[in-house]
């Protein structure tokens, strides 16, 4: 049976992206939610993690349905530390904050902000949200992250 749903999840992953069909996009998005509820679910995520990416990218769907679902898939899997540290090495701590300060997200940024919590539990995540702050370049302030974070 695992191996069928590593089979399923392979095959999945062909349309997890933002160019597939929205029905076929939603349920498998749909499915993979559903994975990241039980254990055996996140063992089985955690065995294809190629799907990660394919996931965080359809967190910029125009569809709210499917970067909501997107969002809360990332959400679930981020609670735990193995998730926590693949998401981390996918460089997502950036794109989170300038989501959360971006205005086209803001029904998003509860979701925002816990994954953030999720991610900077683990040193790894808390040195990159840190080194976000400290960046010259950004145009966030840690001051304006804790403002955000409050009126949440």
């Known amino acids: 049976q695992i191996a069928d749903i590593m089979d399923e999840l392979e ?3 062909a349309f997890l992206k933002l160019d597939t069909r929205l ?3 939603s ?3 749909k499915y993979c939610l559903g994975l990241t509820g039980p254990e055996e679910g996140q ?3 955690l065995k294809h993690s190629t799907i990660l990416p394919l996931i965080f990218d359809l967190t ?3 569809e709210e349905i499917i970067s909501r679902d997107a969002f809360f898939t990332i959400l679930n899997l981020s609670a735990h530390n193995e998730f926590a540290l693949l ?3 996918l460089d997502v701590i950036p794109r989170l904050v300038e989501n959360l300060i ?3 997200h803001h029904s998003k940024a509860d979701t925002i902000c816990m994954i953030l919590s999720n991610l900077t539990r683990v040193e790894e995540g808390t040195k990159a949200f840190i080194s976000i702050i400290n960046c010259q370049d950004r145009s966030i302030t840690l001051h304006q992250l804790v403002d955000i974070f409050d009126k949440r």
Do not use: Q, V
Request: hydrophobic share 45%.
């Open 87 to 89: 998401f981390i090495k």
């Open 23 to 25: 029905d076929l996009k």
């Open 43 to 45: 063992s089985l995520i």
């Open 27 to 29: 349920s498998a998005l």
């Open 11 to 13: 095959e999945l992953s």
């Open 102 to 104: 971006d205005l086209k």
């Open 60 to 62: 910029t769907d125009h």
